[in-house]
């Protein structure tokens, strides 16, 4: 795929068979710190509005990993349903939930952050994005995002997702690669295609 050809990829993902009820549910995941959130921003406005379920609103200080229960209940579960999901955002400032936020049962709903592609959700996946980005690159990145309010947590951040990658990896059943490159983004064949799988 060309660079820059978002349209062509919300094309294609459109064209997918539904993975969980009428719904084609896209993961975007990688590194944190490598872009996952800015691209998929984009390509839920390519896909004409696509909603986005953001891992970092379901993530805790306490859970930084283990929300998959929490996925599966409040937002897998009704949308496989045609049913609209809930869920409620977490606010990292005040260490608390927030009100519900309802996950409407579209066409195309994007979940993009770290571990989006881990295997309890990959059954219900109809495509798997990996964001290419070392992941040390990736991290000084999110570190010079956020900026020193946040340098402890990003202190205990990388082992934790080194940890989760070791323990469940996206990348090797990624279906495709995104790369960001200066006319935009390369979308690449990934492992499971190139595995034929």
């Not at 549910?25 to 996952?36: E, M, P, Q, R, T």
């Not at 994005?129 to 947590?153: I, S």
Request: glycine share 10%; proline share 11%.
């Amino acid at each position: 795929m060309n660079p820059s050809s978002l349209p062509e990829l919300a094309r294609r993902l459109r064209a997918l068979p539904p993975s969980c009820g009428p719904v084609r549910l896209v993961a975007v995941d990688g590194h944190a710190g490598s872009g996952k959130s800015t691209f998929a921003g984009r390509l839920a406005g390519a896909l004409g509005g696509a909603p986005v379920l953001r891992l970092d609103d379901i993530a805790t200080h306490e859970e930084l990993f283990a929300w998959t229960d929490r996925v599966l209940r409040q937002v897998v579960e009704p949308l496989s349903r045609a049913e609209p999901a809930a869920y409620r955002p977490y606010d990292w400032r005040a260490r608390c939930f927030g009100p519900p936020r309802e996950l409407a049962p579209a066409e195309v709903v994007l979940i993009e952050g770290v571990g989006a592609g881990r295997r309890a959700l990959r059954p219900y996946l109809a495509r798997l994005l990996w964001m290419e980005m070392p992941p040390q690159e990736a991290w000084d990145r999110g570190r010079a995002r956020d900026g020193a309010e946040q340098r402890v947590f990003w202190d205990g951040w990388v082992p934790a997702e080194r940890r989760h990658f070791a323990e469940d990896p996206s990348r090797p059943f990624a279906d495709l690669v995104v790369r960001q490159v200066p006319e935009g983004y390369e979308v690449l064949p990934g492992p499971a295609a190139d595995a034929g799988m």
